[in-house]
């Protein structure tokens, strides 16, 4: 697993490059960092508190299965920055050019 405790981020490379691992994500429930959650792969404490961030690791650290569903839907996440896909996107905007 990846733990991220932050108060302000923006969207840090880190958190593709564990998702593209599959690794689960731990994640502070800040606003910039909410994608991860919402795309199901990771999970949030509530920033700042020591407790919220103990008991999500447990979570994890107890929860073979979990993480392990929580790492494959980050690899599917992490698919569509992979090079060969923006490489098709770019080219699709330069042809799509007059």
Not at 22 to 44: H, M, P, Q, Y
Not at 48 to 56: A, F, I, N
Not at 60 to 83: C, P, Q, S, T, V
């Amino acid at each position: 697993m990846v733990v991220l405790p932050s108060r302000h981020e923006s969207s840090p490379i880190s958190i593709l490059e564990a998702a593209a691992s599959g690794k689960s994500v731990i994640i502070s429930d800040i606003d910039e960092l909410r994608f991860v959650a919402e795309n199901g792969f990771g999970i949030t404490f509530p920033s700042e508190s020591v407790d919220g961030l103990r008991v999500k690791i447990e979570l994890l650290l107890e929860n073979d299965e979990m993480r392990y569903h929580i790492g494959l839907r980050g690899r599917e996440f992490a698919k569509k920055f992979m090079w060969d896909s923006i490489a098709l996107e770019f080219e699709k905007v330069l042809s799509d050019t007059d």
